[in-house]
């Protein structure tokens, strides 16, 4: 899980992403093994994205990583259509 960030807080690189929605059994699953933090059903843009695990710090915004994960998405899109 080396590409999670560190902490802007206390710079711990104990940090988790959290997951939001209703927890499924893969979910709780990862909770127990301490993978990702659970964020609850209610998210909004605004909702913070990563926890760390050494001061119960949270940031980052959802909508941001959300916007990542699309932009990888299409990277490997486009990249398909290249070939
Ligand atoms: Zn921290």
Request: net charge positive; with cysteine; hydrophobic share 20%.
């Amino acid at each position: 899980m080396g590409k999670n960030p560190k902490c802007p807080k206390c710079g711990a690189e104990n940090t988790v992403p959290i997951s939001y929605g209703f927890p499924v059994l893969d979910m709780i699953e990862s909770y127990h093994k301490g993978e990702i933090e659970l964020g609850g059903c209610c998210v909004t843009n605004d909702s913070p994205c990563w926890y760390c695990k050494d001061c119960k710090n949270r940031w980052g915004k959802h909508s941001e990583y959300m916007d990542r994960k699309r932009q990888e998405l299409l990277g490997r899109f486009e990249k398909h259509k290249e070939e």
